[in-house]
């Protein structure tokens, strides 16, 4: 059995006490797997940062240990640590070269001359700066001085790189070339990642897994794929992309589940036919899994509200029956593209595959 690159064991962390205390982290336990880039996202003050900075040792938790490779941490400072970390700010040193910041930690560690020099190419290498060993952090770019941070905290070869959402302070397009960067990274040095955001994108196009946290509480953790096709709770699925939320009762029909939801149409649902009858429940549908019909066809009848034209797809903003929001949204594929205009009469398709219960 592999054995785990980082595991937290109850965490809870409090800041404060009395009626002025902070609970920024309640409980927490989770284990991250050797060489895998796991993230962990969330709302500001879900206590992300606050789980990134109890592994990296810049914070104690007020109980629960943190492991490494089995090994307990809990206590050690983080120079003990064989785990380094990546900020936001950056934090490069203004006078130094960047040959001399990348070779910082490796002269710390008493590394010979020639080692440093050799190790500061490959890492100019790895980061694509061949050729910018001379120049001052001033002289480069945002992205510039990221890759310059990265190649600095890899340098020594952690067993564990944490970063603290490093590409917030990036435009736009930059980012997402970085995130395509930061995943290449992680796959050629095999080094566990662990990364810190509150952007959905970024936490799906680069994660292995990730773990979705709210209120100081880890929620759900599972691949891209599972955790935006399977939320398991109501705040998950609102968190990650556009989601439409049902709200109905489950019944038996004819051997299968059927939702009797509150716009009064009866939505089929995957599942034993005795699973849950009777019970209320809160259904999750993504936008592009339902389907535009006209008015005489089988579905949820609805009213179109705004047609929002957005060059790969138009998204479509109905009204059911009952006064619910929902939206669909459809790829502009040749002749798939429905000419509507508001006040149109539709009925919306969703097929039981579609269709996520959610435990709350």
């Known amino acids: 059995m592999q054995t785990a690159a980082i595991e937290a064991r109850g965490l809870s962390k409090t800041f404060g006490a009395g009626s002025e205390a902070v609970h920024a982290l309640d409980d927490v336990s989770l284990t991250i797997r050797q060489n895998e880039f796991f993230t962990l996202l ?18 104690q938790p007020t109980k629960g240990d943190v492991f490494l490779e089995g090994q307990q941490l809990t206590g050690l400072p983080p120079f003990k640590r064989p785990i380094n ?26 590394r010979p001359k020639d080692e440093r020099e050799a190790r500061v190419e490959q890492m100019l290498a790895l980061v694509k700066l061949q050729g910018y060993a001379n120049r001052k952090p001033a002289q480069l770019s945002g992205g510039q001085q990221q ?66 946290m709210e209120s100081g509480k ?29 709200e109905g009762r489950l019944e038996n029909a004819g051997g299968r589940t059927v939702a009797h939801l509150k716009c009064g149409s009866v939505l089929g649902l995957n599942g034993a036919a005795n699973d849950m009858g009777g019970s209320n429940v809160t259904l999750a549908v993504r936008p592009e899994r339902a389907v535009l019909a006209s008015a005489t066809a089988e579905g949820l009848p609805a009213k179109v509200g705004a047609v929002v034209y957005m060059g790969t797809d138009t998204t479509y903003h109905l009204t059911l029956a009952d ?38």
Request: with cysteine; proline share 5%.
């Open 42 to 59: 969330g709302p500001s003050g879900c206590g992300k940062t606050t789980l990134l900075r109890l592994i990296g040792g810049f914070e």
């Open 85 to 110: 970390t990546v900020f936001q700010s950056y934090a490069l040193f203004p006078h130094l070269s960047v040959g001399q910041n990348i070779a910082f930690g490796l002269e710390m560690l008493g």
């Open 147 to 212: 890759r310059v941070a990265l190649a600095r905290a890899l340098a020594s070869q952690p067993k564990v790189l944490l970063l603290d959402e490093p590409l917030s302070a990036l435009d736009l397009k930059l980012r997402k070339e970085m995130q395509i960067e930061l995943k290449r990274l992680q796959t050629e040095t095999g080094i566990t990642f662990v990364f810190v955001t509150h952007d959905q994108e970024e936490a799906l196009t680069m994660s292995d897994r990730l773990a979705v």
């Open 218 to 246: 880890v929620l759900q953790i599972g691949s891209p794929t599972e955790i935006y096709e399977h939320p398991q709770r109501r705040f998950v699925a609102d968190f990650i992309g556009e989601t439409n939320f049902l």
């Open 323 to 360: 006064g619910t929001p929902f939206v669909v949204r459809s790829q502009n594929s040749e002749g798939a593209r429905l000419d509507l205009a508001s006040g149109a009469e539709v009925k919306v398709q969703i097929a039981p595959a579609a269709v996520q219960r959610l435990a709350d």
